[in-house]
């Protein structure tokens, strides 16, 4: 079957693979079921798990120890209250008496403090019920305080300062006003534990145990306890571990983000460069494209798109090489009539010359404006947004277009009965699928040539088949060689039938409808109509587009 029309197919991509995949939107290998930190991200849940990490080491270190230095204190304090409450009843038993009213012996209660054992971390004080300080463990007892002198100063080296703390004294009138608050509210007859600021600005651990007689209140003892200060030292010291692991954890977790995120972006970097600077055909990074994260699908992706890059300008460059051969053969012949004319100077064959250049000249012209229409096909498709396409309603108005403007002798079209699928739509462009259709149905009524009286038709048919609406072209030509069932598909292929115009047609329509039907998902392919003993009864042409609704 001799094949001349407007329709054109891209060229075979050299990555069918992934260019399938693009065309279909599935660029991207599919990727293995995995559980994400965070929904949609698989780097992004790393970096806030790590970065997270070391913020947990160091707040439950914080916690652990916090309840630990909580643990000491109250310890601490259940410690004094049990001494104090001794110390209180021993006090109460040798130095207090009640006829006729309850009195606290002051000298025989400082005694009586001087006797007992207080340790030297500990200082116990005596307050009458008026607040004042009768006796304080520091001055009753016999302790001698020591520390180590300094070395020998040479000759001639001057007499160190002394270091005289300008805070001090506000120091110690807090404590002074800290002290006086806690044994004013233990005067009211209740025990007072805490901490507070000591004589020398430092924290201490308090208890204050009223001492009473019967249920009068003659004074109150204080203990005051001043390791606080060692207790929160070793609680820093026990911190230390921690904040020790999270700087671990921290610089560990930025040289694996380093590892993980900044060289493969760098070597991806690297990598688009060569392929600007050294017109590399792809992005080839396989250790990067196995990864199954967000790095991996950029990888990926870019590799899908330098092969699509690469598949379109070798397609390019065929259709260039394509174009300047098509165009060589009407030059050289519109050249050879032009030479020839000088030469001959009878009318008749100078008419025929005359005829042959203007045969050519339209052939030139066809051929630049398909070769014009398929090179912006692309441009085309990308600026128009699909929209829903009553498909049966656009084959009746074609069908009508050419009842309207058949001519004596062309074959007539017609469509099956399409009304049970008056609801079929699919998604498309509206031109582009049109011009699809003309050219397809120009192609059959261009192989279907009456003979004798019989009527030639063009039939056209819409069914549903699955998830797909197929629309089918059938003519009463001649067929189509078997070998050539996919050939009438490649540019610029032409096989005209016995008497039509030679340079009718450029060869590109087939290719241009193919290009247009997969650029909508669908797919083209072209058959013969065959009898039951096997004889062709013409070609058929399928067309199948993926439908919205039925």
């Avoid at 916090?66 to 000491?72: A, S």
């Avoid at 209180?88 to 130095?95: F, G, L, P, S």
């Avoid at 009458?128 to 305080?145: F, I, K, N, P, W």
């Avoid at 050539?484 to 115009?501: D, H, I, M, Q």
Wanted: proline content about 6%; aromatic content about 4%.
């Amino acid at each position: 079957m001799a094949l001349d029309i407007d329709i054109a197919k891209p060229e075979p991509a050299p990555y069918p693979d992934r260019q399938a995949g693009l065309e279909s939107g599935q660029g991207q290998r599919p990727s293995k079921g995995r559980r994400k930190l965070i929904p949609g991200s698989r780097l992004g849940g790393l970096i806030i798990a790590l970065n997270l990490l070391g913020l947990a080491i160091l707040i439950g270190g914080a916690l652990v120890l916090n309840e630990m230095r909580r643990g000491l204190v109250n310890a601490q304090i259940d410690s004094l209250t049990t001494q104090g409450e001794f110390i209180a009843n021993v006090i109460d038993r040798a130095a207090t008496m009640g006829e006729p009213v309850p009195q606290l012996e002051v000298d025989r209660a400082a005694q009586t403090l001087q006797l007992l054992f207080i340790p030297r971390s500990q200082r116990a004080r005596l307050f009458d019920a008026d607040g004042q300080e009768l006796a304080d463990s520091y001055t009753v007892s016999d302790r001698v305080e020591k520390r180590l002198l300094p070395p020998a100063r040479k000759p001639g080296t001057p007499a160190p300062q002394a270091h005289n703390d300008p805070s001090r004294p506000a120091k110690e009138e807090a404590a002074r006003k800290a002290l006086q608050q806690e044994v004013a509210r233990a005067l009211k007859g209740k025990p007072v534990a805490g901490m507070r600021l000591g004589a020398n600005g430092d924290r201490v651990v308090s208890v204050s145990i009223p001492l009473r007689h019967v249920e009068a209140v003659l004074g109150v003892l204080t203990l005051e306890s001043g390791d606080v200060d060692e207790i929160i030292a070793a609680e820093r010291r026990a911190l230390l571990p921690f904040i020790i692991m999270a700087v671990a954890v921290s610089l560990a977790s930025s040289f694996l983000l380093n590892q993980l995120i900044a060289q493969p972006v760098l070597r991806l970097a690297r990598a688009a460069d060569r392929v600007r600077l050294s017109r590399a055909r792809a992005i080839i990074l396989p250790d990067l494209a196995d990864r199954e994260d967000e790095l991996g699908d950029l990888t990926r992706s870019l590799q899908s798109m330098t092969s699509a890059l690469t598949s379109r300008m070798d397609a390019i460059e065929r259709f260039a090489a394509d174009v300047a051969h098509e165009i060589r053969n009407p030059l050289t012949s519109i050249r050879s009539a032009v030479e020839t004319l000088d030469i001959v100077s009878a009318p008749a064959p100078r008419a025929k010359l005359m005829g042959i250049l203007k045969q050519d000249v339209g052939r030139l012209d066809r051929l630049i404006t398909d070769i014009s229409n398929a090179s912006r096909l692309d441009a085309e498709l990308s600026r128009d947004a699909p929209r829903p396409i009553d498909l049966p309603r656009l084959l009746s108005d074609l069908c009508a277009l050419y009842s309207q403007s058949a001519m004596s002798g062309e074959a007539s079209v017609i469509m099956g009965d399409a009304e049970a699928l008056e609801n079929l739509t699919i998604s498309g462009r509206e031109g582009p699928l049109s011009q699809v259709f003309r050219n397809l149905i120009d192609n059959a009524r261009s192989f279907t040539r009456p003979v004798g009286d019989a009527e030639r038709q063009v039939r056209i048919d819409l069914r549903k088949v699955g998830a797909e609406a197929r629309v089918t072209i059938e003519d009463d030509g001649p067929g189509i060689p078997p070998e050539n069932l996919e050939t009438v598909f490649e540019r610029f292929y032409t096989s005209r039938p016995r008497g039509a115009v030679f340079g009718g047609n450029s060869g590109l329509g087939l290719s241009i409808a193919r290009q247009i039907v997969e650029a909508h998902s669908g797919h083209i392919w072209a058959e013969n109509r065959l009898d039951e003993e096997g004889q062709v009864l013409g070609a058929r042409f399928n067309v199948s587009l993926p439908c919205l609704s039925t």
